[in-house]
């Protein structure tokens, strides 16, 4: 039995209060894998400070200290953009980053048109949108709902806008060399050539896509996803604990 330590996957979720998502995945993720979910930031931090730093702030410090061995960033929709972050933020800092970068369920940063500033947006104004241009009455069992979940859709919606504006700035650093999967459905939409080509702009290593059977998969439930990042785990830890060669 080997002695090295497990490679961590640290599971970031596509919206606060997901965590429970990834309970499932210990059991499929096969061997020399633990699961790690990260948690987002709620709805409450400090004034002053941007949804990307308070999500820094919370989370950067999970990796910035010794590590016991090669780990994975696995972001799902939300979570994507904020493991892109926190790639980024190690790289600039001049400090060790995952030995792997995997995304699902999230296409390059970009400005979701559909959507007003979401910071300055009132409540009205974000559930006439998030109701698909007012279909829902407000006094429905549906618009109910949708006002009871609306502070964590809002801080959800304004983390999103803010990871995608720091990923579209130029890094001082340049991208870091992180090896990308990016993981699609075979039942979903295919992907125009400039999606593919704006995630190469993510990091300056080998980007690799891997397409799971079916509809659009979804992290809660399923095996495919959780077998698939354990084989990349095991690949990646392999990968950095080769002995680099001589001469």
């Not at 004034?47 to 799902?76: K, M, W």
């Amino acid at each position: 039995m080997s002695d090295e330590q497990p490679v961590r996957l640290h599971c970031f979720a596509h919206s606060a209060g997901s965590v429970p998502a990834f309970g499932h995945w210990t059991a499929h993720t096969g061997p020399g894998v633990e699961v790690v979910p990260v948690a987002l930031p709620g709805a409450g931090r400090r004034p002053g400070t941007s949804a990307h730093e308070a999500l820094l702030a919370d989370v950067l410090p999970l990796f910035t200290g010794p590590q016991p061995g090669p780990y994975v960033l696995y972001g799902h929709g939300l979570g994507a953009l904020a493991a892109l972050a926190v790639t980024r933020a190690l790289h600039e800092a001049a400090l060790p980053g995952p030995a792997l970068l995997a995304v699902g369920a999230c296409p390059p940063p970009r400005v979701p048109r559909e959507l007003p500033d979401v910071a300055a947006a009132t409540d009205a104004e974000l559930l006439h949108v998030l109701s698909a241009e007012g279909a829902v009455p407000p006094a429905s069992d549906e618009g109910i709902l949708l006002r009871a979940v609306l502070p964590l859709l809002r801080a959800d919606l304004e983390l999103a806008q803010s990871l995608q504006e720091a990923a579209r700035r130029p890094a001082p650093a340049g991208a870091p060399a992180t090896a990308l999967l990016v993981v699609t459905a075979a039942g979903s939409p295919p992907e125009p050539p400039a999606l593919a080509d704006g995630r190469r702009q993510w990091t300056q290593g080998p980007v690799r896509t891997r397409t799971l059977p079916g509809r659009p998969f979804h992290v809660r439930g399923g095996r495919e996803l959780p077998r698939l990042l354990g084989r990349a785990c095991r690949v990646a830890a392999r990968l950095v604990r080769q002995p680099a060669p001589v001469g």
